[in-house]
């Protein structure tokens, strides 16, 4: 940590430490070189261009009809697409980096589309209709078949003799003897209908005809897919017979509110057969046209498929160059086009090598170039990043983007992010599952199938890869210090304390060991316990019934040393800031008295803490005094006779520190206000007596050479004189200060104890492990031989199972939260401030596709 601490670069240099310098730049584009110097900027993605006609409506912008032609354009692509989509294909990126197209080849492209968009409409129109005239032959050809189960013979022969009807299921509904009788004449209207609609559609005919009809009703052998939605239905055929044109007119007006498809029924057999056979032939012509339809529909969507991606690019491209063109502004004669833009000092040599390319692909005679100018606003922030340092550096962002080239706090948390996170789920098994899983996404991290997973959850996982593998490899390393392996203690060296020599010194016999279910090791006995263990915890301690009261000590001990560690390193980082930003005044007036506030009182503790570790050992361990009375008798400024001091002069000394904390405290509430007021008091004094007043100076103030910016006017001098001596209010600094002494005061006492939860958290991630290894998992060695195997098997699936939902997933997201916490409120609230925004480059290749 302390090599970190002691490496911060200048802020000239590109690197995570701080963020890059960025100036404000004026580029001067030539009319007939303005649209290749753009594309040449978007496709390097060095430049962030500012918007020099704020007060400009959209539509009334120099570009807006070119602007206007690529929405089209894209109108079309759209309508492409989902043809393409409604035909189950789909698009695929493009693999070369296409450029923006020029003017002709933008025509090009506009023409092209329209002519594959109206020939695909065309024939989509058509094979629509050749299906759906398809569709209702065959539901013809179904109605009429299904037709001669009802009907039967509609006429006898003539002469026949009369013969008394047997009635049966099998026989004809109609007397074939009643046909010729014109009076009794039977009309029929047939057709499908929805399912849904048929109880409705029955009811209201039997209202309607007064049951003057006879209808039949029944589910066709096969379904059909409706052309517009898609959907495969089973319609249901109906043929309703009925006397007299009036009902029949009824029949059908109800027939069609209902949307059914009606097909004329004949009277006749012959006639029936003679429109079924029709049918069927009208049906094979129609289905070798509608394979050649679709066969040719097939190539326009291939033609499309191979077109269209590279369309799509080259089209957007061209937009968000005109966007960016329509932010610019013009000379007075019309013949350079002037942007803004904020460019990293680094990336100038490389912003007029894309001017220069622009320039040359144009073929423009003379060159566009970029000019460095001044400029009273905070530029933004970038920081530059790779796929390892992005997941730390969003981590930081989430709070906050840092301001303009204020100390990055994400190097430090590549380290203490993962180890507190440790701290708390400190296991080697579960730390390893971790490890192992994050290896696994760092290793496949190129696999296409791993990136086009859309989930977002899995997404968060995948982004954040390198942080997991990180908190995996500290908690497997805390694991080892606390000596927990899924809530067991591993035996790597031989344990420091001796059983033998106890039993042996104190004289146990075998009737006092089984009277004693608990047998108590006395350190002070020789031989008994022979020095600390070489790395983490004695694995003797899991054993012992003192071992929760053992580690919550440790634990809570550790916690406070690392919060007061973190937080002071914090502090000592606004050191960096101060320098930077010329403010070497709050080196002494807010960091000397931060840092003594902090170290006096709670620095104190941990000395005391480890004095306490190195002073007393296991022979004196009884008469060490407690830290705690101490602490707080430092702050009542008493004794307690009963705590016997660490030291001598020990209540002398802490007098003294608390003396000098309490000192600090005026110190950072009123040193930076008076301060201030002194030097403005100086500068308002010595200013008076060269302001400009006349005009002559305001009008060179007005036409300051060329490094002047473009939008700048009478009124943004004024504003900009105004901008370089702010108006300075004694009681607003003093506000803003007085909150911070406060919040930083009481900071450092809460904040201390919100490190507890660093020990809490570690504590309850052991007794949950603990929990469900003995309700889970010790339950399958109850039984040994083969019984045992075959229940030791779902045992352990379930053991598996709770492990990763539990322990990995919910204490895992927890450990997780507590850490994010303990970094943005405890430890970079010490000096990052979090107030700039981010540096949002013109670039073609971030997303251009998507």
Known sequence: MMIIFSFVPSSNMGSMFRSEEVCLAQLFLQSSSAYACVSELGERGLVEFRDLNPHVNAFQRRYVGEVRRCEDMEKTFTFLAQEVRKAGLSLTRPEDNLPAPQSREALQI??????????????????????????????????????????????????????????????????????????LRINFVAGVIHPWRVSSFERLLWRACRGYLVAHFTEMPEPVINPTTGESVTCVIFIISYWGEQIGQKIRKIASCFHCHMYPYADDEAERGETLRRLRTQIEDLTTVLGQTEQYLDQVLQKVLMLLPAWQVRIQKMKAIYFILNQCSFNITDKCLIGEVWCPVHDLPAVQQALREGSRLSGSTVESFVHRISSTENPPTLIRTNKFTAGFQNIVDAYGVASYQEVNPAPYTIITFPFLFAVMFGDVGHGLLMFLFALWMVLLENSPGMKKVENEIWQMFFEGRYLILLMGAFSIYTGFIYNECFSRATTIFPSAWSIAAMANQSGWSLEYITENPVLILVPNVTGVFNGPYPFGIDPIWSLAVNHLTFLNSFKMKMSVILGIVHMSFGVFLGIFNYVHFKQRYKILLVFLPEIIFLLALFGYLIILVFYKWLVFDASTSRFAPSILIHFIDMFLFTENADNIPLYKHQTAVQTVLVVVALASVPVLL??????????????????????????????????????????????????????????????????????????????????????????????????????????????????????????????????????????????????????????????????????????????????IWD
């Not at 002519?115 to 065309?122: C, D, I, K, M, V």
């Not at 008076?674 to 036409?703: D, G, I, T, V």
Request: aromatic residues 12%; charged residues 20%.
């Open 110 to 183: 506009q023409e092209e589309s329209e002519t594959l968009a109206q020939e695909l409409r065309e024939v989509s129109h058509n094979r629509e209709a050749l299906l759906s005239r398809l569709q209702e032959m065959q539901e013809h050809i179904q109605v009429l078949q299904e037709g001669q189960h009802f009907t039967g013979q509609l006429q006898a022969p003539m002469g026949s003799p009369f013969r008394q009807r047997a009635f049966s299921e099998r026989e004809p509904l109609l007397d074939p003897s009643m046909a010729q009788r014109i009076d």
């Open 670 to 847: 009123l040193g930076t206000p008076l301060y201030l007021w002194c030097q403005h008091s100086r500068r308002k004094a010595s200013q008076s007596q060269r302001e400009p007043s006349s005009s002559e100076e305001r009008q060179f103030l007005l036409n300051s050479g060329p490094g002047r910016s473009v939008n700048v006017a009478e009124d943004d001098v004024e504003r900009a004189q105004h901008k370089q001596e702010p108006e300075f209010e004694f009681s607003e600094v003093f506000m803003h200060q007085a909150i911070h002494t406060i919040e930083y005061c009481l900071g450092c006492v809460s904040n201390t104890a919100s490190y507890l939860r660093l020990w809490a958290l570690s504590l309850a991630h052991a007794q949950l492990s603990e929990v469900l290894w003995t309700m889970v998992m010790r339950n399958g060695f109850w039984m040994t031989g083969y019984k045992g195997g075959v229940i030791l098997v779902p045992v352990f699936a379930f053991f598996a199972v709770l492990t990763v939902a539990i322990l990995l997933v919910m204490e895992g997201l927890s450990a997780f939260l507590h850490a994010l916490r303990l970094h943005w409120v405890e430890f970079q609230n010490k000096f990052y401030a979090g107030a700039g925004y981010r540096f949002h480059p013109f670039t073609f290749t971030a997303s």
